[in-house]
């Protein structure tokens, strides 16, 4: 399988329209890969939270339009990364878009962990309850963003339900670069899955971003790694390697906690 990781530089001076147009030709150029992804809110940046409401779409918005067609252009499946979106019945989400090679939308996914603490994304939009994965001919993905890479248990709860490779868009921040690389990682290795993390390059709203990008093995192995700049990384690994993983080091079979109600004392 080969997966191309765009990180994109998301900078103060180029419009929405303008880096829409820009990612979709980027997204064609990828035609050889099977998969390809792009990091968490490129349209706006992650930290540009005046931006969200001013820039947020509907699902099926400009953005979804322009992904799909690139993804039926380059016909690889597309992790189209998130954008804001404007539910007409509700708040803003930071939603993530998975696309076919026809075009066609084979998942979204609403971010669950929403970061700001009392500030920000924590706010400004509303959080996701579902957690969902998408069926390649070749692997299963399981879908998460940015600040949902701290929290283990979604990640085991997709592998529950059937992920081998999870993939992580986001806006990391420079100065938490080092929790990055770890917790991409660690979700590789608990999970005894494939981890592919795109993230951005660039500065958003005054916020330098960590860029990085990265792909381990599930036995924690780094592919690949981008450096801090605007690249796009691409990887060839087999997924196969998940099923061989997990029956020759069968820890995920030795699970206790979480399969069941704890007994009353």
């Known amino acids: 399988m080969r997966a191309s990781v765009i990180q994109i530089a998301v900078d103060e001076g180029e419009s929405v329209e303008s880096r829409r147009r820009r990612v979709a030709s980027m997204v064609r150029d990828q035609s050889g890969a099977d998969l390809v992804v792009l990091p968490e809110l490129w349209t706006t940046g992650a930290f540009a939270y005046e931006d969200f409401g001013r820039e947020a779409e509907p699902l099926e918005g400009p953005t979804y339009e322009a992904m799909a067609k690139a993804a039926s252009d380059a016909g ?37 962990h929403r970061f700001g603490f009392d500030k920000g994304e924590a706010v400004l939009m509303g959080a996701g309850a579902e957690l969902v994965t ?100 691409t990887v060839e690994f087999d997924p196969g390697k998940v099923a061989t993983t997990r029956e020759q080091f069968p820890a995920l079979k030795d699970r206790v906690l979480g399969l069941q109600p704890p007994r009353r004392p």
């Open 134 to 233: 998408v069926r390649l001919p070749s692997t299963t993905l399981g879908l998460g963003t940015c600040y949902d890479l701290r929290f283990p248990e979604l990640f085991r709860g997709l592998v529950d339900a059937g992920a081998e490779t999870l993939v992580v868009p986001a806006g990391w921040p420079e100065r938490r670069r080092s929790h990055w690389t770890l917790l991409a990682q660690a979700r590789a290795v608990e999970n005894q899955s494939f981890v592919v993390a795109c993230g951005t390059a660039g500065t958003h709203a005054g916020v330098p971003q960590a860029g990085h990008s990265i792909v381990v093995d599930p036995w924690g192995e780094v592919l690949a790694q981008a450096g801090a700049d605007e690249e796009v990384l």
């Open 76 to 112: 690889v499946w597309l992790h189209a990364g998130s954008i804001p979106e404007r539910d007409p019945d509700g708040p803003l989400y930071n939603t993530s878009l998975v696309f076919s090679p026809s075009g066609d939308l084979a998942a979204a996914y609403r971010k669950i």
